[in-house]
């Protein structure tokens, strides 16, 4: 028969080894997060018709970016974007076109958790990353930021280029703040 010692002794070793799992269990809740999924990351134009020729190509809900965010004791976060290279490049030996010339505009957008999601109004494409939208959500659990950016392109005539298939890569990255 135990004695009342060793049934107590048990029962603390019980408890902490509860107490162990449930410390471990909420620290995994409370995992940083940082996660983008990229539809239509690399956009193609293509030259074949006059009427793409004399008015350019708008590629509308090209791309469609899905972001979750959750860093405890960040400020916020912010999504980057750039270019593979410096030209919108051309498939056939054609010259390339300027990255400067792609406009891309926000179609749609929507976030959870983040009362104050910015756009950089004056964002500009390039080979290296800059800053395209950024939040203050996502600092703490529960806090998970959840977004979706819906995007656009726009390539104007090309009566100063060559017809054919142009493309550009494009790359996200989803940094703290």
């Not at 392109?153 to 703290?176: A, Q």
Request: glycine share 10%; with cysteine.
């Amino acid at each position: 028969m135990k004695t009342h010692k060793q049934i107590v002794c048990k029962y603390f070793q019980k408890l902490i080894i509860i107490g162990l799992l449930l410390i471990s269990f909420n620290s995994i809740g409370q995992a940083n997060l940082k996660e983008i999924r990229v539809q239509g990351g690399n956009v193609q134009f293509i030259y074949n018709t006059l009427s793409k020729y004399t008015s350019g190509i708008d590629l509308v809900g090209y791309t469609r970016l899905n972001l979750r965010f959750n860093v405890t004791g960040s400020s916020g976060w912010i999504l980057q974007l750039k270019s593979s290279n410096n030209d919108i490049v051309s498939d056939e030996g054609n010259p390339n076109i300027p990255i400067g010339s792609l406009q891309i505009e926000v179609a749609s957008s929507s976030f959870t958790n983040d009362l104050n999601t910015t756009f950089n109004p004056t964002f500009s494409l390039s080979d290296t990353y800059s800053t395209f939208v950024e939040g203050d959500g996502g600092t703490g659990n529960p806090d998970i930021v959840l977004g979706q950016i819906v995007l656009t392109y726009k390539l104007p005539s090309m009566m100063n280029w060559k017809e054919g298939n142009y493309s550009v890569n494009l790359e996200f990255l989803l940094i703290e703040k």
